[in-house]
């Protein structure tokens, strides 16, 4: 295989994963986004942070809050707040794309695992006994395979 032939074979795998799975994708975009540049995205909400203060009065030196406002004002605050995004980016989008990778197929789309799940009749409950000699009433059996 020539290597644009593997590219364009990669292309059209990323392509299915993504349409199958939009919203994981938007997460793994988002998570992207806050890693590459964590002060567009992290800018807003420090707006609406700060914007809290004239409710709050004075601001102790060195709190939270302090960093925060420094942030949004692009001071000292600025390297923590952009460390704080590109982590939670990072997580956002490694749990994205895991979750994209890691979907099970004959779900289709649906990552509730429980509803895979059979249920057992009572008719085809089989009584055995557990390692002390008792009956365990437990055990299934579905399409004779003992669970």
Known sequence: ??????????????TELVAANPGKAAAVGVGVAMLTAPMVVAAPI???IGAL???IGNVVAGS?????QSAAMGG???ATVAVAAQGVGGAT???GLWSMINTNPKSEGNDDPTDEKEECSESERTDQK?????????????GGVKL
Not at 64 to 68: G, K, L, N, R
Not at 130 to 142: C, F, P, R
């Open 130 to 142: 557990d390692d002390d000699g008792a009956k365990d009433d437990n055990s299934h059996e579905i």
């Open 76 to 78: 000292y605050g600025t």
């Open 93 to 95: 989008a490694a749990g």
């Open 53 to 55: 203060q004239a409710g």
């Open 64 to 68: 939270t809050f302090a960093i925060v």
């Open 1 to 14: 295989m020539t290597i644009p032939e593997a590219l364009r074979q990669a292309t059209n795998n990323v």
């Open 46 to 48: 420090l707006g609406a």
